[in-house]
């Protein structure tokens, strides 16, 4: 197996583990502010920052492809542990992605009211790093520990399979 070859097995699992990643991102507010009604997992309609989701989703899957394919290479080149390796990437994607996505917000509004009454950094990067880690640190390292397994299961069936040939 080459470096190529694992980065690219990384890449093509953190695709897929990115996009479980935003549909739990989707589900987790609509199942915690649930209400009895559609409306609970509607609500992705009513938000007024639809530029900020879609680069965030857009963050998301960027660094899925960064950390993915160093994922890749240690797991199936350097023989780490498949499960912390997973559970690294796993939350280091999650904080990444948001902190670049709460930079956004910052520079869209934020940045105007450094030295008034609110703090920008609080609001626009502490908040939103608090609230999606508060939430989305356990389903990362449950996503995290899938990922660096599939990954060394397609990785060990790639290697067998080449060796038979």
């Known amino acids: 197996m080459t470096k190529e070859s694992a980065g690219k097995i990384g890449i093509k699992i953190a695709t897929i583990s990115v996009s479980i ?3 739990l991102a989707y589900l987790i ?5 649930y209400n009895g ?3 609970s997992f509607t609500w992705i309609f009513d938000i ?3 530029f900020n989701v879609l680069l965030g989703i857009a963050f998301f899957y960027g660094m899925g492809y960064f950390f993915g394919k160093k994922a890749g ?4 080149i350097k023989k780490r542990n498949y499960i912390l390796t997973g559970i690294k990437y796993g939350v280091l994607t999650l904080v ?4 670049l996505t709460s930079l956004i917000g910052f520079f ?3 940045i105007d009211n450094i030295g008034g009454f609110s703090n920008p950094f609080y609001d626009y990067i502490f908040k939103p790093m608090y609230w999606i880690l508060m939430y989305g640190i356990i389903p990362a390292v449950v996503v995290g520990i899938l990922f660096g397994l599939t990954i060394k299961l397609i990785g060990n069936k790639k290697a067998y399979t080449q060796q038979r040939l």
Request: aromatic share 16%; glycine share 12%.
């Open 73 to 76: 290479v240690e797991i199936l």
């Open 37 to 39: 009604t559609s409306k």
């Open 29 to 33: 507010p609509s199942i915690v502010f």
């Open 48 to 50: 007024g920052f639809w």
């Open 96 to 99: 990444t992605a948001t902190f």
């Open 108 to 110: 869209q509004e934020g």
């Open 21 to 23: 990643g935003i549909v």
